[in-house]
């Protein structure tokens, strides 16, 4: 069975500072797509990231970038010089590719507070 | 559409009453995916459709809960006698494709349910 993990429940941050998020996640398939979404307090889910398991380079995009370690079962994501508008919770989720409709499986998700 | 829009926001109902939501997906894509998010964080999922036939139905409740996706009208999640249980906030997704390709869900706003 697949299984996200986010370690962290709460990060908590001052302006500018850099904050790194866990994922780890647990699958017998041999592919499998990784996700990250934002969600900020207004409730909506904001895709950020997709990283199929066959692509283990890493990408930047802006302020954020993901490292996708597979001999780790890790997709962490960073953020660069934090900004208020980055408070959110973020999610991390893994889809099976053989799974039925590709249902996704999401972490408990990490809450990232930026303080001014 | 260019987004995946949810209706209603917001829906109150009494315990033991009918909750019906909708979602109609983005033009073009053809997998649609339910999900509830309760306690904030913890998301599970529902069902899934690929156009409007059931894909994945591994997470309904079927005794209370069933689900609809038909040609030329909104997706449709319906909850029978509902409980107190089943307050949440109810995501609908959708994605271009599905199986290798696995394209990225796309999230409405969701529907939060509160049930009195």
């Known amino acids: 069975a697949q299984k996200v993990t986010q370690a962290q429940t709460e990060i908590s941050v001052v302006e500018k500072e850099d904050v790194t998020l866990d994922c780890v996640y647990e699958?017998?398939?041999?592919?499998?797509?990784l996700f990250w979404y934002k969600q900020p307090p207004s409730g909506e889910l904001v895709f950020l990231i997709r990283r199929n398991s066959f692509d283990e380079q890493n990408e930047i995009s802006g302020r954020y970038s993901w490292n996708f370690q597979k001999s780790t079962s890790s997709f962490n994501f960073t953020i660069t010089a934090s900004q208020v508008v980055d408070s959110a919770v973020y999610f991390c989720?893994?889809?099976?590719?053989?799974?039925?409709?590709?249902?996704?499986?999401f972490g408990g998700g990490t809450r990232v507070l930026v303080k001014p | 559409g260019e987004e995946v829009a949810q209706t209603p926001k917001h829906l109150v109902r009494g315990e033991g009453q009918k909750a019906k939501l909708y979602c109609a997906p983005i033009k073009g894509h053809s997998y649609v995916f339910w999900y509830q998010q309760v306690l904030k964080n913890e998301f599970k999922f529902l069902i899934s459709f690929q156009n409007e036939n059931v894909f994945d139905e591994t997470g309904m409740p079927k005794e209370r809960f069933s689900a609809k996706c038909l040609p030329n009208s909104p997706c449709s999640l319906e909850i029978q006698a509902t409980k107190l249980e089943d307050s949440a906030v109810y995501f609908c997704?959708?994605?271009?494709?599905?199986?290798?390709?696995?394209?990225?869900?796309?999230f409405g706003d969701g529907t939060r349910l509160s049930i009195l």
């Open positions: 699958t017998r398939d041999t592919t499998y797509y």
């Open positions: 989720a893994l889809s099976e590719a053989r799974a039925a409709g590709n249902k996704l499986t």
């Open positions: 997704a959708s994605s271009r494709t599905g199986g290798l390709s696995n394209q990225p869900q796309h």
